[in-house]
């Protein structure tokens, strides 16, 4: 499939907005900080004040692990301690300004499991689906991890998405994760999109 850059887009009730693990750990100063993760903060505040005001929904998915996940350096895994549930560093940035009508989805929960995907073992599709959304509108952190796994499996799930370009920040454990991400996700289908090309 060829890679496509939308022009203006238009809102309809079958939208949704989801926020991917825009978590203080993967901020500056956190245990798995993003380089340039905060930069998305302004405007991710953008696309929720554009969903909000619309009365469309928003889910934000947590990374949200027990304390001795399976993805943790000491238990064999890749990644320093991260997100573990309920800390301050699972939860959100004070200057994110998320609605109390956020819907928030909680992943890899499992101890012996690791879950990068906002879909896996949780219940977003059935409440994207009672909700009737089509359409995704997907951004957060990282672009290489959960954004992409988020984004496979809402394409395999029939979803159509936009990805937030202008809201995605990646890991890049090696160099150009992120990119490779990217066209992966335009390869499957994803069509970019970026704050100033809604139209509402
Ligand atoms: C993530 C690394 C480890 C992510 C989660 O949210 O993309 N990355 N756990
Ligand atoms: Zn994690």
């Known amino acids: 499939m060829c890679s496509s850059k939308q022009g203006n887009v238009g809102l309809t009730k079958s939208d949704a907005l989801v926020v991917v693990d825009l978590q203080n750990d993967f901020l500056p100063g956190g245990s798995l900080a993003v380089s340039g993760s905060d930069e998305i903060i302004p405007i991710m505040n953008k696309y929720i004040h554009l969903f909000h005001s619309n009365d469309l929904p928003i889910f934000t998915t947590q990374d949200w692990h027990p304390p001795d996940h399976c993805s943790f350096k000491e238990e064999g895994g890749i990644w320093p301690v991260h997100c573990v549930a309920g800390t301050m560093g699972s939860l959100f940035p004070e200057d994110l300004k ?75 454990v090696s160099p150009d994760d992120g990119k490779r991400a990217i066209a992966e996700m335009v390869s499957l289908g994803a069509v970019t999109i970026e704050h100033k090309n809604i139209i509402i």
């Open 98 to 172: 998320l609605p109390d009508s956020a819907i928030a989805i909680l992943t890899a929960t499992n101890r012996k499991k690791e879950a990068y995907s906002g879909f896996e073992g949780t219940d977003l599709n059935i409440r994207l689906r009672s909700a009737n959304i089509k359409r995704l509108f997907i951004g957060g952190i990282a672009t290489d991890y959960c954004v992409l796994n988020t984004v496979r499996d809402a394409l395999k799930n029939g979803y159509e998405v936009m990805l937030l370009i202008d809201a995605i920040r990646a890991v890049d």
